[in-house]
């Protein structure tokens, strides 16, 4: 039995040696490559992590002190050491999480994944230790993958910053580049002093010292300034030269580092003089993503930030599916559109490969711009460059798009600036879970006044859309569509003149107009699928797939009237999303025919495959096809409109008065 197996609890760690503590590594990192091999899922980041987790668990005592990591996908070594070790399901429907999760152990705090937000969940912590007479427990933030350059990080960190007592520790996992000269000799040297120094810097009686010397020298004569400012600045220039710390320092909080975040020993050093510290400390940690893994380390784009089922000797993809993405669709079309349009710009948060915007990119070099993680900025960036005379497309995942929402309606769409917003992985997404499915901006967006948004519902109106998108100057535009391949291209059987595509008419020329059903984007496939189960039964339907879903298109609102109800299928929450919003213009325009909107509830969707997610909430053929049969036949609402000479259908009488 390795000693892996024998972890149970992170107390565990604290009965091995320094020999021992190297072994559980080198096991920790061969687990990973294997099981992560087999299920996909963040095997970098994590790789990356091993003995900086290790160390913070035998420095620090979750749960009683806590432990937030930002983001939430390095945490795979935190859940080997708090005791969960079957990763034969990881990602999938039933099993263990890609991120943190309460459900699975007290170990586990923050559950969104999204970065930069882990500093203010340890700033709430940490206050509320003090206010509770718990202020000698310690709250460790991880923050790593570019967090820092997150707007909220520094508006937490002023906070912290400002209270000495909080025993706060921020562990920078810096696996970037941007460190790279520290390397060689010199800087061997350099880390060789730093714990000694480190050691005395941290250790209480050196603050009071230090506050002490500060306040004589100051308080005293001409000559005693003049001491304390040419100390001051000698000290400041040396620790420069050491180590980027001045800005850290210049809010007030205590830096230590860097260090080498692959030697255990020399962490546990340094976190140990953090937390003896006992005010906010920041210890930077330099990782490698991919570390031990040669093929990760190779991987050139993101040193396998994140693999689907590879092989764990090459790296190499196994089983892929072929097909073409809805990432690659846009990747390329935008690239040819900018290449015809110089005022095409590019603008992505921190994710230039996964959101397809790699190819402009290495056309036009000078039209790109990657502003780190901070959809805010992003969007009013965005709408400066429209105010100069550019059309900016700006790329992201929708379930990011919750955190630029006020730039959106504040800076983009008051403003009327002519800017595209490009939503990845819109929908349910699957294996990421509740955090990462992007199923809310169908609804956030029908409040964002004047604002054009398009759902493609195949490759050929991606491309499409996203040049009528480009092509209005004077209000945002949004295009989403879902993850993974595209599927077979749906052409229509005729154009209406506001653009809506009417893909289907069963039986075909029937002059029954039983059931409207409205296709939002990718649910065009199961659209068709109840037509054709309706048909079965003798229900005649249409089938329209608006192509732009806001503003509605008259032709909507024209063809509800002709039928007996309107049925929306969309895969984003029913409450306030494109069916409501249909629902309400009908009402507007006098038509009073039935809608049904069927879309996702309004609840966090745990993990699973794209189709077991949708099957758990029951949007399927099968089922919205039975209950719309229910729906025509009068035994469930919405009921619809009965056929002429045909009593309406009730659920009871209405109450005397």
């Known amino acids: 039995m390795g000693l892996l197996e024998t972890i149970r609890h992170p107390a565990d760690l604290s009965k091995l040696n320094g020999a021992q503590m190297d072994q559980l590594a080198e096991e920790i990192r061969s687990f990973l490559i294997t099981n992560v091999s087999a299920t996909g899922g963040h095997l970098g980041p994590n790789l990356g992590v091993v003995e ?149 810097r941290t250790h209480p009686k050196y603050e009071d010292t230090m506050s002490w010397a500060k306040q004589k020298l100051q308080s005293g004569n001409l000559a005693g300034q003049f001491v304390y400012k040419s100390l001051h600045a000698a000290k400041t220039g040396i620790k420069d030269w050491w180590a980027p710390q001045g800005l850290f320092d210049n809010l007030g909080l205590k830096y230590i580092g860097p260090v080498n975040g692959h030697d255990e020993k020399a962490m546990e050093a340094a976190l140990t003089a953090a937390k003896n510290f006992g005010g906010p400390v920041i210890v930077h940690a330099i990782t490698e993503k991919g570390h031990g893994f040669a093929p990760a380390r190779a991987h050139e784009a993101d040193q396998f930030h994140a693999v689907g089922v590879i092989d764990p000797e090459t790296g190499e993809p196994v089983g892929g599916t072929s097909g073409r993405s809805w990432t690659g669709v846009f990747a390329d079309e935008i690239a040819d559109i900018a290449d015809e349009r110089p005022d095409i710009v590019g603008i992505t948060g921190a994710m230039l490969i996964p959101v397809g915007l790699h190819k402009f990119a290495e056309r036009h070099p000078d039209r790109v711009f990657d502003v780190g993680i901070a959809e805010q900025h992003a969007l009013t960036s965005a709408a400066g460059m429209a105010f100069g005379g550019l059309h900016p497309i700006v790329a992201m995942y929708a379930t990011f798009l919750n955190r630029a929402f006020d730039q959106l309606l504040m800076d983009v769409a008051l403003h009327k600036a002519g800017v595209t917003v490009v939503l990845d992985r819109a929908g349910v997404t699957g294996p990421d879970g509740a955090s990462h499915h992007g199923m809310w901006d169908l609804s956030m967006l029908q409040i964002v006044p004047g604002l054009h948004l398009a759902a493609p519902r195949d490759a050929s109106r991606l491309r499409e859309e996203l040049r009528e998108a480009v092509a209005v100057s004077d209000a945002p535009t949004v295009i989403r569509y879902s993850k993974g391949n595209v599927g077979a291209e749906s052409e229509a059987i005729e154009r209406l003149d506001d653009g809506v595509d009417v893909l289907a008419r069963r039986p075909a020329g029937s002059t029954d107009n039983d059931v409207l059903i409205v296709s939002v984007g990718a649910m065009s496939e199961m659209a068709l699928n109840v037509c054709n189960r309706l048909g079965a039964q003798g229900i005649s339907s249409t089938v329209i797939d608006p192509r732009w879903v806001l503003p509605v298109p008259p032709s909507v609102v024209s063809l509800a009237a002709q039928h007996r109800i309107v049925i929306v299928i969309e895969d984003g929450v029913r409450a306030g999303g494109i069916g409501s919003r249909i629902r309400q213009e009908l009402r507007a325009a006098g038509v009073d025919t039935a809608l049904n909107e069927v879309g996702l509830p309004v609840e966090f969707l745990d993990h699973g495959s794209r189709s077991q997610v949708l099957k758990r909430v029951g949007l399927t053929a099968q089922r919205v096809a039975q209950d719309v049969v229910a729906q025509v036949l009068g035994t469930k609402v919405p009921f619809a409109r009965p056929m002429p000479g045909q009593e309406a259908p009730h659920t009871g009488q209405l109450p005397q008065l």
């Open 52 to 200: 900086l987790t290790l160390a913070i668990h035998r420095v620090f005592d979750s749960p009683r002190d806590s432990i937030v990591f930002d983001t939430g996908h390095q945490s795979y070594v935190h859940k080997l050491v708090t005791g969960r070790q079957d990763f034969s399901t990881l990602r999938q429907q039933g099993g263990l999480s890609g991120y943190p999760s309460r459900a699975e152990s007290v170990h586990d705090i923050v559950e969104s994944s999204h970065a930069s937000s882990s500093l203010s969940w340890a700033d709430g912590i940490s206050r509320a230790r003090q206010l509770t007479g718990e202020g000698e427990r310690y709250v460790v933030a991880v923050v790593g993958d570019g967090a820092l350059t997150g707007g909220m990080t520094w508006e937490a960190l002023n906070n912290i910053a400002a209270d000495k007592r909080r025993r706060v520790v921020v562990v920078v996992n810096d696996n970037g580049r941007s460190y790279a000269p520290t390397v060689g000799g010199l800087a061997d040297y350099l880390a060789s002093m730093r714990p000694a120094i480190d050691h005395v």
